[in-house]
């Protein structure tokens, strides 16, 4: 066992692949619930990182990072990081069109642009981790 934190953490493939699946359907119901949060993610994070720049903006990229990797450990799936990250791509797309009364909530600064590339590269980064894949070939198939 290494002493590093961070490999503790994010555990190795062989660790991921040893860990068993949740059930089919707490799965599915936390599926929605990383949904949620990846849209809750989104919209606080645009007005956190306006609001107290440059601090703000690490803070949102932390909160992705979280939202991010707790849905892909929670749900033990890469299916978890992808809704999450579906549900903040929603929000952002929405967030970043402009009102027809000419109100917007990301301006189109360095800043707003930081959160939005920094939100697709960490959930890119979460995604590369290793875990354990239902539908993975190779990888004996566990009944539910």
């Known amino acids: 066992m290494s002493a590093n934190p961070l490999h503790r953490l994010i555990g190795s493939q062989g660790q991921r692949l040893a860990e068993p699946l949740p059930p089919r359907g707490l799965r599915f119901a936390w599926y929605g619930l990383v949904f949620l949060l990846g849209a809750v993610d989104a919209l606080c994070g645009c007005f956190v990182q306006a609001l107290w720049s440059p601090w703000g903006l690490l803070l949102a990229l932390a909160a992705n990072l979280a939202v991010f990797y707790g849905g892909l450990r929670l749900t033990a799936t890469k299916v978890g990081l992808t809704c999450a990250l579906v549900g903040w791509l929603l929000v952002m797309f929405v967030l970043l069109?402009?009102?027809?009364?000419?109100?917007?909530?990301?301006?189109?600064?360095?800043?707003?642009?930081?959160?939005?590339?920094?939100?697709?590269?960490?959930?890119?980064?979460?995604?590369?981790?290793?875990?354990?894949?239902?539908?993975?070939?190779?990888?004996?198939r566990q009944r539910d």
């Open 97 to 140: 069109a402009p009102r027809p009364e000419g109100d917007f909530v990301l301006s189109s600064s360095a800043n707003s642009y930081a959160y939005l590339l920094g939100g697709l590269v960490t959930g890119l980064g979460v995604g590369l981790l290793p875990t354990r894949a239902p539908y993975a070939f190779g990888i004996p």
